[in-house]
Each structure stands twice: as structure tokens, then as C-alpha cells.
């Protein structure tokens, strides 16, 4: 029998910074996706199919590098 142990690094603090998010205007659905990754002008919620509307959350820096994003919504 083996034992394992490990030495886990501790977790580096991420850059955050006021990001523009789409918030779900369901009565009951607590859904958001951050702006940048959303492939509409205006999104749906893919949960309930509720209208989002925008807002901001403070959110960890994340870069979409995907060659699909939409470029020029704002």
C-alpha cells in the first residue's frame, strides 16, 4: 500500500476588476454570463428563457480569446 502525500501550493490572488455581466430577469433564476461571452446582442437565459438585462459584477480577469466571440456589440 501507498500513501500519498502532497504539498499544495496556495492559491495566487487573481486580478479582479467591475466587469459587464448579463443578469437573468427571471423571478427565480440566479443565471449570469460575463458580456464577453455571450454570442448575441441581446442574450437569452439558456436555463429559463428569460430576457437578461446588463450589469456588473467584480470578477476575476479573464480574457475570450475564441474566434467566434462577436466583436463591436457595445
Do not use: H
Not at 500500500?1 to 437573468?24: G, N, Q
Amino acid at each position: 500500500m501507498y500513501v500519498y502525500y502532497s504539498r499544495k501550493k496556495p492559491f495566487e490572488e487573481l486580478p479582479e476588476e467591475m466587469t459587464a455581466v448579463w443578469i437573468c430577469s427571471g423571478e427565480n433564476c440566479k443565471r449570469w454570463m460575463r458580456d464577453n461571452f455571450t454570442f448575441s446582442l441581446i442574450p437569452v437565459c439558456p436555463e429559463c428563457n428569460s430576457e437578461m438585462v446588463r450589469g456588473e459584477k467584480m470578477l476575476a480577469l479573464l480574457e475570450n480569446t475564441s474566434p467566434n466571440q462577436s466583436r463591436g456589440r457595445r
